[in-house]
């Protein structure tokens, strides 16, 4: 496959840099615990979505932080959980579904009620499912103009991937790539937006994270709006429910949601920060999750998908 | 990628089947669920490991149950936990470990420490890391003489797997492939032996299962033994360890391992079946799963990797 000019590779000589020594090559992590701190990026609290759900039988809490999708992608669902959040809308509501190796998902469990469901914000933005793709050369345009390609650069390029003609990522998120249209991947720990049949998208109240292998023919077919950055391990080890896809069968299986609060409604919480997809610390982590050279390993598989590379992210350093 | 002689497909007609019509494409499940009888093939209970973990908290019993890989692969691996099972050698033992998005892994605690560590039978075959690979020419023309490359046909043929020249099915197993190689793959739910560094290849004693996003970067470089075909959830839900690899702090946090059978030491055990990767309905299934026609789908991927292609799995009928 051919590489597609509008997306130039933002990093190309990075080989060099991780090749391996006699004292043994570094593994990804070390790669990453000694990037510099101007590689990491902070993520604004506004971009956070804070999830209590209610305490576990130890009464220990259970907080999931997810970070929301930048800009350009998917911002009309982004913008809908942003004013959910807002109106306190998830509060009380529960944990649905839990299918293993697939997804947990949350919002109401009347929603297909219409009678019982819970009434929506009046602001939501309607939302389409043309929408899931980003033509990138428009919108890199309209934003940046000529160089535009420039803008829109994705390192780590890949034309081996089997979902996409060209995957990388770009401003800390893992994407696929064809010639005009770009679209954010579902990895494990991605967040969704559940929708019913097409023409429906979706609106963002009903909500999804991946636990399992990447679900990547979801990809186009569904809104990305997130990813879990911490605590995800109180969504996977959930029970799993009995009924068809997952779902629970009774109420008393569901797990309460406490909250949900966008990042800067939430006293103290850390500064969350990613290691920048565009830094020479990146491109040699991702080097090196492709060609393992640490004593563990034997053969380096010479390859690894964009799902295999998870993006680094970490709480700041108290100053 | 060019494809490699030696792996001839075995079903290069499957498409036609699978086309979409205008009622509605069947989804991946319905294809599985009109299968044939006689293309389920019946699990040896030779080839069953029943592990009984201690009932969890509310008393309800916990049972995973692992179909170990069939010959040629990992065949040195595969006879010594069939020892270690008929020696009960694991009862007693734990969990000693649960990485999020990547593993669960159990044997014994003590492992590290000579002093305390549990014997291991005497019965255990020597282990290298050579033989994570078959050398498949040698392996079928022992068997099977000028016709080995056909013997050896895969199913649904993959050129464009990150990790492997080619991937593919045979007799109900992932696989990669190279010219005169072949190896079982890393998906969900594989179980693999740890070791320590190489030249050490494990004898079998501690054992792990995927919990994650495929772990290919593991291929060529770790012996797979089997794969969980029940009661993954089991595994997959445990808490997660909060040391170094997911490695419980203390012993209280561990999960007690009830025993360990093999499947004909265990009475009243259902047979299980497996949908034969040479049948025609796992190529329309393989086929479904690359190019999703069912309603909920807008996009095809138009592509599958070989670890979204689960083998289908099922208890028999009782006859």
């Not at 990138?136 to 034309?159: C, K, L």
């Not at 186009?220 to 879990?228: L, T």
């Not at 006293?267 to 990613?274: A, C, E, I, K, W």
Request: hydrophobic residues 45%; charged residues 25%; contains cysteine.
């Amino acid at each position: 496959m051919k590489r597609l000019f509008v997306f130039a590779a933002a990093l190309a000589a990075t080989s060099a840099a991780a090749q391996p020594d006699a004292s043994g090559a570094p593994s990804p992590g070390e790669i990453v615990a000694a990037a510099r701190a101007d590689e990491w990026a902070d993520i604004a609290p506004d971009d956070l979505l804070v999830m209590d759900l209610a305490p576990d039988r130890d009464a220990k809490p259970r907080r999931v932080i997810i970070q929301l999708i930048a800009s350009p992608f998917s911002q009309p669902w982004v913008a809908n959980i942003r004013t959910l959040a807002e109106a306190h809308w998830w509060d009380g509501l529960a944990i649905v579904r839990a299918q293993d190796n697939y997804v947990v998902q949350w919002g109401d469990p009347d929603a297909e009620d219409t009678a019982k469901a819970k009434p929506l914000p009046e602001r939501l933005i309607p939302t389409a499912e043309d929408a899931y793709l980003v033509r990138v050369p428009d919108e890199a345009q309209d934003a940046a103009g000529p160089d535009a390609a420039v803008r829109f650069a994705i390192s780590t390029p890949n034309e081996n991937d089997l979902y996409a003609p060209v995957t990388g990522f770009h401003g800390g998120w893992p994407l696929g790539l064809s010639e005009r249209k770009a679209w954010p991947v579902h990895c494990y720990g991605s967040v969704g937006v559940g929708r019913n049949l097409s023409p429906d998208a979706g609106s963002g109240a009903e909500l999804y994270a991946v636990i399992g292998h990447a679900p990547r023919h979801l990809d186009r077919n569904i809104a990305v709006v997130g990813r879990v950055i911490e605590g995800i391990e109180h969504l996977a080890t959930l029970p799993r429910g009995t009924e068809a896809l997952g779902f629970y069968r009774t109420p008393e299986e569901r797990t309460s949601i406490a909250s949900v609060r966008l990042g800067r409604a939430v006293p103290g919480l850390p500064t969350y920060q990613y290691l920048s997809t565009e830094s020479e610390s990146f491109a040699r982590y991702a080097d090196a999750r492709a060609n393992r050279r640490d004593p563990f390993f034997i053969v380096p598989a010479g390859g690894a998908d964009v799902c295999n590379i998870p993006v680094p992210v970490r709480r700041k350093a108290a100053g």
